[in-house]
């Protein structure tokens, strides 16, 4: 792990909330970016190049990356990878109540 994991795991850890529950055993072990885009690699490159989540994802640890999947992650009716998260494509705005007008 980088020392900046490190350090963020020890903050998230020692939040009171998390303190008080299950969340107090999670560890972040990598966080995967992209690097700038170059001459060479105009879309960059993923940094690490292979990581997984290893309680889901074992199948894929020797080979693929988040990013190969969670890339493909976008909210309905969108057509540009963009969030990185499948929990949007199912989130939908809260109904406005109707407004009820009195004469």
Not at 15 to 31: M, N
Not at 54 to 73: D, G, K, L, R
Not at 75 to 100: E, V
């Amino acid at each position: 792990m980088t020392d900046a994991t490190i350090r963020l795991n020890s903050q998230y850890q020692a939040a009171p909330q998390v303190q008080a529950s299950e969340f107090k055993y999670y560890q972040l072990i990598t966080t995967q970016w992209s690097t700038p885009p170059n001459p060479g690699s105009p879309s960059g490159q993923l940094t690490p190049e292979i990581s997984a989540n290893v309680t889901m994802e074992s199948y894929i640890q020797p080979s693929s990356s988040c990013n190969n999947c969670h890339s493909m992650a976008m909210p309905n009716n969108n057509l540009h990878k963009s969030d990185f998260s499948y929990l949007f494509k199912f989130a939908k705005s809260p109904t406005a109540p109707a407004i009820q007008h009195k004469e």
